[in-house]
């Protein structure tokens, strides 16, 4: 799996499910940009990682696009953070795109016989 | 712990994101680096290394910007809170404060409709008038090249600009010796009528009789056959004519192949030469030309003394229109030495064609113009009080956005932004209400006014002209009405505005100028009232003076009769006066009927010299002078006029009777101031002449000739019978309502002359009223402003009471609260507000004497400056302010002193 470091296959993965995984992680609750950078890292066993330079503008896009809201949230004795959750429109996103992922990657694996291995 | 923020606004700079968003973008982002910082440093990293790792998310300088441009590319939909320290991107600026100015007029739909509106009828009726101006003397002249189009006009040596027409031996003596011109035409100065008959029903056409090269002076072409050719003004040839477009199209169905055939033009055959286009109007002083004949010189014409053409050329390229003049008086002053009689003082000059004619329309429309600026200004004012008002409430908004870093002039600016959009607003208003009211005027507008030589007004264009204006009037509007709001509301004190919690303060400075305006509003509604009432007196004075003549149930109309040798001899058709009295007298309901040359106020005048029998002789240049019209029997008992000695013309007073002659009061007065002029003779002309002497018979009445407003001259009568006319006007006093006899009368009329139209069937009330129609229009005009303006300013002066009162309803909740009755409180507030419209009417009436001035010319027996009329109009002023400012007075005495100081 060394290859799936190299920064142009990265950004090609990225890019198909990026929007997908920000989905799934405001999908049971509401989240804020760091714990949901944490959780991406910690999930994929620190194979996928954004930063903030790509993170947060993908935030902005799903926001912008009334998937996901943004609210900033003050609680007691911390600074306020902007949670984001789903939206209703973005729950048909997601489910949508779970579907086109799930039969994306049977394809795949039938095609390269991962399946089977 | 490192500044993040200085990081990622670096990053962000350049992305021009509105000022908030950048704010949160830039707390959500520091915080995230925070939060990896302090993770790394808890993973034992030295703050050093942490500081590394956090600032490696930024991952470079161009990432975070580039990602971020792409979804922040659209504009942001935050509110916009103008000027942190950014570099100015002026188009996005200006974009984002439309977009701003937009959204807050939304928010307050009356306030804005109120603005719109306001700013609409001001710019509406300065389009309309201007649009008007536009399409009646700023076109050019609707000729090939017309800057190159010259008058050229006999001229007294001893006073250049007194124009005079000219006679043809002059014309063609300046046309063999200019080297200026390279074309010259001339015309009949008067036009006349012709009777076009033959084919259908007789017509009575207006033509004139032009010169060949006429149309290629003017560089006209027809749209079918030909224009004339120099033969055409040889006896013999000359039997052809050129139709006007209209004419062809009502006549003779627009029928192609008319061209070659003959029609009959006063009763002999001519041949159809040519069509014109329909663009082709030529008028002047009159109605449009219809036809046009070549002109063979008359032995009338070829006398050099005798004017009755008008010159028109065309200027060679190179030369210009002094240079022309120069030239032309050189020749005329040659020609005056060649012929010290007919030439005698006499010289010659040119104009340009398109500066001729038109200064009392334009004096008139310049006078509406600066009227309807005034009402413009006074929306103005309006809307900038309201604005300012509105400024109070905003304050905290400025405040906020003077403490976010936006400097004085990016709020002006965004000020003046939301100042000229509802400018524009109120502009495209203006454009539909100018489109709507400028056809409209056209219609009342008086035909005296619509004559402007050479040109004709058949409807009222919005072209680009009137854009252009429109356009240029909107920004000054807009900027006028903004400035003063935007300025002061800059300038507020960012911790005072701010200290002052949610309720917005009576601002010092803007209450101030709150109170100018309102002087100006005042002083500027005034003036305009000022001279509608000027206007109005005078037409109320005139419709009071006695014409002389009683105008109801008086029908007129023209008959043109059988005359070849025009004034001067017998009549052709000696039965018409006694046949006309047959014919349409018999009618019942008919009262009286008769016929006059030159009837009162219907255009058109003739004049003669005398001598006076048993008077020494006063020699040629000192003949007195004197109106002159013919009269068929029963003239002046058919009109209603006075007869003050003598009797009127009879049938007995026929051909072969002694001379017989019919003076007025005002040459009785002039020649015969002590004694009865009745049975005194005089003889037209000199003593010399084989004139027979004619015996005054009656002293008549004198009659407004040439309008109510006008002086009465000198006038004599002859009968019919022993002085022909060719053209009659028929007066027929009836019972009742004229126009129910019309058909009975024309039918009566054509047994008089078979085969000759009538024209110009009209009452004589028509004619009176339309004879004030150049003042009546002015006048209409200046009522409906100044009903606008008074409008407008008792809005506007409510407006400001009601503001300040609103302000200071703490301060008088708490003068209640301390014992105040109502009354102090009405007065408090009535002090305070009519003082500033009392300050308005005394500039008023001192501005009122700029205005008047341009007025006088439209004043009759009327002084600019009339103290009655002032004194009226102040009256009116004083009360519409006094209730302007009494029922806002009036709702702040009703404040419950409780409710407002709890409120407090």
Request: charged share 20%; net charge positive.
């Given at each position: 799996m060394t290859y799936i470091n190299s920064p142009r296959l990265d950004r090609e993965l990225k890019k198909g499910s990026a929007e997908l995984l920000i989905l799934s992680l405001v999908e049971s609750r509401a989240r804020h940009g760091y714990e949901i950078s944490k959780l991406i890292e910690s999930r994929s066993d620190g194979m996928l990682k954004f930063n903030v330079a790509s993170l947060y503008p993908l935030?902005?896009?799903?926001?912008?696009?009334?998937?996901?809201?943004?609210?900033?949230?003050?609680?007691?004795?911390q600074r306020r953070r902007r949670y984001y959750k789903l939206t209703k429109e973005g729950k048909k996103?997601?489910?949508?795109?779970?579907?086109?992922?799930?039969?994306?990657?049977?394809?795949?694996?039938?095609?390269?016989?991962?399946?089977n291995a | 712990?490192?500044?993040?923020?200085?990081?990622?606004?670096?990053?962000?700079?350049?992305?021009?994101?509105?000022?908030?968003?950048?704010?949160?973008?830039?707390?959500?982002l520091s915080q995230h680096l925070e939060d990896c910082y302090e993770e790394w440093l808890a993973s034992g990293k030295t703050p050093e290394e942490a500081h590394r790792l956090t600032l490696a998310e930024l991952r470079g300088s161009k990432l975070l910007q580039r990602e971020l441009r792409r979804v922040e590319r659209q504009v942001s939909q935050e509110p916009i809170i103008t000027g942190l320290h950014r570099r100015g991107n002026m188009i996005a600026d200006v974009w984002q404060d439309l977009r701003y100015a937009g959204r807050i007029f939304l928010?307050?739909?009356?306030?804005?409709?109120?603005?719109?509106?306001?700013?609409?009828?001001?710019?509406?009726?300065?389009?309309?008038?201007?649009?008007?101006?536009?399409?009646?003397?700023?076109?050019?002249?609707?000729?090939?090249d017309p800057d190159r189009l010259a008058l050229v006009w006999q001229a007294s040596i001893n006073?250049?600009?007194?124009?005079?027409?000219?006679?043809?031996?002059?014309?063609?003596?300046?046309?063999?010796?200019?080297?200026?011109?390279?074309?010259?035409?001339?015309?009949?100065?008067?036009g006349k009528g012709y009777n076009l008959s033959g084919d259908g029903e007789p017509a009575r056409v207006s033509g004139v009789r032009v010169s060949a090269s006429f149309f290629d002076v003017l560089g006209v072409q027809p749209q079918l056959g030909r224009t004339f050719l120099p033969e055409d003004e040889t006896p013999g040839k000359h039997q052809v004519v050129v139709l006007s477009d209209g004419l062809w199209r009502s006549r003779y169905g627009a029928d192609a192949t008319l061209i070659g055939r003959t029609i009959k033009v006063e009763g002999e055959a001519h041949t159809v030469i040519g069509v014109m286009p329909p663009a082709f109007e030529f008028q002047i002083f009159s109605s449009p030309r219809q036809l046009w004949v070549p002109v063979v010189y008359t032995e009338g014409d070829k006398d050099r003394g005798s004017n009755s053409f008008i010159c028109i050329a065309r200027l060679k390229p190179e030369v210009t229109i002094e240079q022309a003049r120069a030239a032309m008086n050189t020749i005329g002053l040659a020609l005056s030495e060649q012929y010290p009689k007919?030439?005698?003082?006499?010289?010659?000059?040119?104009?340009?064609?398109?500066?001729?004619?038109?200064?009392?329309?334009?004096?008139?429309?310049f006078m509406l113009l600066a009227v309807a600026g005034f009402v413009l200004l006074i929306a103005c004012i309006n809307v900038a009080n309201l604005l300012m008002a509105r400024g109070v409430t905003r304050q905290r908004e400025f405040a906020i956005r003077a403490a976010l870093g936006a400097s004085r002039s990016r709020t002006v600016r965004q000020l003046l932004t939301e100042s000229l959009l509802l400018a524009m607003a109120g502009g495209i208003s203006g454009i539909l209400l100018a489109v709507w009211s400028s056809n409209l005027l056209l219609k009342t507008l008086p035909q005296s006014l619509k004559a402007i030589p050479f040109r004709s007004l058949n409807s009222i264009t919005i072209d680009f002209k009137v854009l252009a204006f429109t356009w240029g009037i909107t920004c000054l509007t807009g900027i006028i009405f903004g400035l003063a709001p935007a300025l002061i509301f800059s300038k507020r004190d960012v911790n005072e505005s701010l200290q002052e919690g949610s309720r917005g303060t009576s601002a010092g400075s803007g209450a101030k100028l709150r109170q100018s305006l309102v002087i100006l509003e005042v002083a500027l509604a005034l003036i305009v009232l000022t001279g509608a009432g000027l206007l109005l007196e005078s037409m109320m004075r005139l419709v009071k003076v006695e014409p002389g003549f009683e105008a109801s149930n008086l029908l007129i109309m023209n008959l043109s009769l059988p005359q070849k040798n025009l004034y001067y001899s017998p009549p052709e058709h000696p039965q018409f006066a006694h046949d006309l009295e047959e014919q349409v007298g018999s009618i019942p309901g008919v009262v009286s009927v008769s016929a006059v040359s030159h009837l009162p106020m219907y255009g058109g005048m003739a004049s003669r010299g005398f001598v006076i029998e048993g008077r020494p002789d006063p020699g040629l240049d000192n003949s007195p002078g004197a109106r002159y019209s013919v009269v068929c029997p029963n003239y002046f008992q058919t009109m209603g006029i006075r007869l003050l000695s003598g009797r009127e013309f009879t049938e007995q007073d026929s051909q072969n009777a002694p001379g017989v002659i019919v003076i007025n009061e005002a040459l009785a007065q002039r020649y015969w101031e002590n004694e009865d002029p009745v049975g005194q003779r005089i003889k037209i002309g000199r003593f010399d002449t084989d004139a027979p002497w004619l015996t005054i018979v009656g002293v008549a009445q004198n009659v407004k000739q040439d309008g109510l407003d006008r002086q009465s001259r000198a006038e004599f009568f002859r009968p019919y019978n022993q002085a022909a006319w060719p053209v009659m006007t028929i007066v027929v006093r009836t019972t009742s309502s004229p126009s129910a006899f019309l058909t009975p009368i024309k039918q009566a009329l054509a047994r008089v002359e078979p085969d000759r139209p009538v024209s110009g069937i009209t009452t004589m009330n028509e004619i009176l009223y339309n004879s004030l129609g150049e003042r009546r229009f002015p006048m209409m005009l200046l009522l409906a402003f100044s009903f606008v303006a008074l409008t407008l300013a008792a809005v506007g002066i409510a407006g400001v009471v009601s503001f300040s009162?609103?302000?200071?309803?703490?301060?008088?909740?708490?003068?209640?609260?301390?014992?105040?009755?109502?009354?102090?409180?009405?007065?408090?507030?009535?002090?305070?507000?009519?003082?500033?419209?009392?300050i308005g009417i005394g500039l008023g009436i001192a501005g009122s004497y700029g205005l008047t001035k341009f007025l006088s010319g439209l004043l009759f027996e009327v002084k600019p400056m009339e103290p009655n009329i002032l004194g009226i109009v102040a009256v009116i002023l004083v009360g519409v302010a006094f209730l302007a400012c009494y029922l806002p007075a009036?709702?702040?005495?009703?404040?419950?002193?409780m409710i407002t100081l709890r409120c407090e």
């Open positions: 935030l902005y896009r799903l926001e912008k696009r009334k998937w996901i809201e943004g609210h900033w949230v003050e609680k007691a004795g996103v997601l489910a949508a795109q779970r579907n086109t992922w799930q039969s994306f990657v049977a394809a795949i694996n039938q095609i390269t016989g991962l399946d | 712990m490192p500044d993040w923020k200085v990081e990622i606004s670096k990053r962000l700079a350049g992305l021009n994101l509105s000022p908030t968003r950048e704010a949160a973008i830039i707390e959500e928010t307050k739909p009356a306030f804005t409709l109120v603005v719109i509106l306001t700013l609409g009828l001001g710019i509406g009726a300065n389009t309309t008038i201007f649009s008007v101006i536009n399409s009646l003397l700023l076109k050019p002249l609707p000729f090939s006073d250049p600009s007194s124009w005079n027409i000219i006679s043809a031996p002059n014309y063609l003596d300046w046309q063999r010796q200019n080297q200026v011109f390279a074309n010259m035409a001339i015309f009949d100065s008067a007919e030439n005698n003082g006499v010289t010659a000059t040119a104009i340009l064609m398109g500066e001729f004619g038109y200064e009392e329309q334009q004096s008139t429309f009162v609103s302000q200071r309803t703490r301060e008088i909740g708490i003068r209640m609260a301390l014992g105040a009755r109502k009354s102090d409180i009405i007065k408090l507030v009535l002090n305070r507000s009519m003082g500033a419209a009392l009036r709702r702040a005495a009703k404040v419950d002193p």
